[in-house]
């Protein structure tokens, strides 16, 4: 179990994915060698990876949420059938093995058709659907992401990290047929040095510098850190699908996304207009948050819960209009 000192390292990275090890052990008050050494022990270990990931206005895509209710002997196949498509982000099976999430992407314009989302409802072992496209994330526009709200830094450094990246500014720039060896190298280690994206592009370090910098200022290219909370302590990860007053759905969903619990909160459409994942350690936990925190915010008028069972999966993909969306969605 990683201790207080990984987690602040943990935290530290939700700021500065490319920091260097220096930088970071300046900030947290460490040595160097001891940044680098607990970095590539959480690694190898599979607590956490640096990711680089593409984003989906870039491709001029949206991002749609699809519940599949299906018969239980059904559900294990076109959980992986569907984990096989290219247009498929994220599988994951929830509500104890008979229910289905996914992540679709699918071209953005009312004018362009979808075969996926035209095809699973003819499915025999479906038994129930719903499609619901991302319209929002909350939350402020921070590279931090979910830490359980454990081993945190200060607000100074906090600061110190993340001003060192560059706010994504105008539209996002398309990448091109060269950029993807340099997309699939950091979408596997997103602190890949210089060098070594080189050598897999066939580029010269100050084109992959040049290039890595105008992809990640336009919004294209976002790093972040995907971790496994189950290996910090949090068993219990589930998905809210709340009903609220459409007058407070602002309020509301940023309310929310600020809570330690939510790693990910966001408007959709559809009868559920916002949805809310959740990590918790353990039942007891989770109905903790449900009645006193998540009780206590007007303006809800209903939910439902799906406990993710098993995740199939995770594309390094799951970028909404340059925010990330966390790869746990149950």
């Known amino acids: ?9 943990i935290h530290g990275l939700h700021y500065g994915p490319r920091v260097p090890f220096r930088r ?4 947290i008050g460490v040595s160097e060698q001891t940044v680098a050494r607990r970095y590539t022990a959480l690694r190898r270990s599979g607590v956490l990876r640096v990711v680089g990931l593409s ?5 001029g895509r949206a991002e749609w ?5 299906c018969r239980p002997d059904a559900v294990g ?8 498509r290219p247009d498929v982000a994220y599988v994951g099976i929830a509500s104890g093995g008979s229910e289905i999430n996914c992540i679709i992407r699918s071209p953005a314009g009312t004018g362009r058709d979808d ?9 025999a072992s479906v038994l129930d659907m719903s499609v619901d496209l991302l ?3 909350f939350g402020p526009e921070r590279a931090g992401g979910w830490t359980g709200g454990e081993g945190s830094l200060t607000e100074e450094q906090v600061r110190r990290l993340a001003g060192e990246r560059p706010a994504p500014v105008g539209p996002p720039l398309t990448p091109t047929d060269e950029d993807l060896p340099l997309l699939a190298a950091l979408a596997e280690d997103g602190r890949a040095s210089h060098t070594r994206l080189a050598e897999v592009t066939g580029w010269s370090k100050p084109r992959v510098a040049r290039r890595m910098e105008a992809l990640e200022s336009s919004g294209s290219l976002v790093f972040d850190i995907d971790t496994m909370p189950e290996r910090l302590g949090y068993e219990l990860n589930a998905t809210l699908w709340l009903q609220v007053d459409l007058s407070g759905l602002h309020r509301i969903g940023e309310e929310i996304s600020r809570h330690d619990e939510v790693a990910f909160a966001a408007a959709v459409s559809g009868r559920h207009n916002i949805m809310a994942v959740v990590f918790c350690k353990d039942t007891p936990d989770f109905y903790r948050y449900l009645s006193t925190r998540l009780a206590r915010i007007e303006g809800v008028r209903g939910y439902e819960i799906s406990v ?7 594309a390094a993909s799951l970028i909404h209009h340059g925010r990330l969306i966390h790869p746990a969605l149950a």
């Open 1 to 9: 179990m990683p201790d207080a000192l990984d987690r602040t390292i």
């Open 24 to 27: 970071l052990a300046e900030v």
């Open 55 to 59: 984003s989906a206005a870039a491709h």
């Open 65 to 69: 949420i699809a519940r599949l209710r």
């Open 77 to 84: 196949p076109l959980a992986d059938s569907l984990a096989r």
């Open 115 to 123: 075969v996926l989302l035209r095809q699973l409802p003819k499915a």
């Open 135 to 137: 319209i929002h994330p």
């Open 308 to 314: 993710r069972v098993r995740r199939l999966k995770q």
